[in-house]
């Protein structure tokens, strides 16, 4: 019997369904910590990471913010800025994970929605992977049809990360995001394989 939360890793590509399928998780009850909120927390007035921000690269904080579009156009003259930054935000980011978890300590699963979690070795923290996942030209539809970006934009996403079927290869489960009512009960039947695994 192992007493403490079972800590599944969710990911996946771009578009691919993360948020959906976290939110099926929370709407069953299971907490779920989300780095990309965590990240929007620390960038916004008197988050943790404009202090450190700030004294590294002034001109990215904008109102008493974090400026998201100053730090890109930062990142697209000098690289190395996204390296900075990422040793600034990587531990912020680290230790609102580990709050949560102690916040969570009995409940007997919980879910961490890491886009890059495989693409920044989180998966070592993790006891198990979900990657959810589609089809190229559905994945593609879906981000496109968003309007928040440009084919070419989205190719630069797609090219930083891992390919999908890297992603897939490493899972240690693969939920297919074509039917919200499949995907409903594949994580249905998923929460009872990791209770039946933890008891
Ligand atoms: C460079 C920044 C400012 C660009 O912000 P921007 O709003 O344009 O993009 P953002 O990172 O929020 O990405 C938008 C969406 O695409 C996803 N995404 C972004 N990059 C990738 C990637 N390489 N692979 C997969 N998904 C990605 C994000 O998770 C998010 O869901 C931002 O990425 C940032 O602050 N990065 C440093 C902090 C960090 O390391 N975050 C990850 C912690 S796990
Ligand atoms: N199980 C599913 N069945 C059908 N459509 C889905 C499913 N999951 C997600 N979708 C659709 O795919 C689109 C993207 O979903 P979602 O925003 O959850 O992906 P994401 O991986 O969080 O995206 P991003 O990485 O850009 O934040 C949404 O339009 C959503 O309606």
Do not use: C
Request: glycine share 6%; net charge negative; aromatic share 4%.
């Amino acid at each position: 019997m192992i007493n403490r939360p079972y800590k599944l890793g969710l990911t996946g590509s771009i578009g691919m369904g993360k948020s959906t399928t976290a939110n099926l998780f929370r709407e069953l009850g299971i907490p779920v910590w989300d780095a990309d909120a965590a990240v929007a927390a620390l960038y916004e007035k008197e988050g943790a990471a404009v202090p450190l921000i700030s004294a590294v690269l002034p001109d990215a904080i904008r109102d008493g913010a974090v400026d998201r579009a100053a730090l890109k156009n930062k990142i697209a003259v000098d690289p190395e800025v996204l390296r900075t930054l990422e040793k600034i935000v990587h531990p912020l980011v680290q230790a609102d994970r580990k709050a949560f978890a102690k916040v969570n300590s009995t409940a007997p699963i919980l879910i961490f929605d890491i886009p890059l979690l495989f693409e920044t070795n989180g998966d070592a923290e993790m006891d198990g992977v979900l990657v959810v996942t589609t089809s190229p030209d559905e994945q593609r539809r879906r981000v496109l049809d968003r309007g928040q970006m440009t084919e070419a934009e989205f190719e630069i996403i797609l090219s930083r990360q891992l390919p999908d079927l890297e992603k897939r290869a490493r899972a240690d489960y693969v939920l297919e995001t074509n039917s919200i009512d499949q995907t409903r009960a594949d994580v249905v039947a998923l929460i009872k394989k990791l209770e039946a695994k933890n008891a």
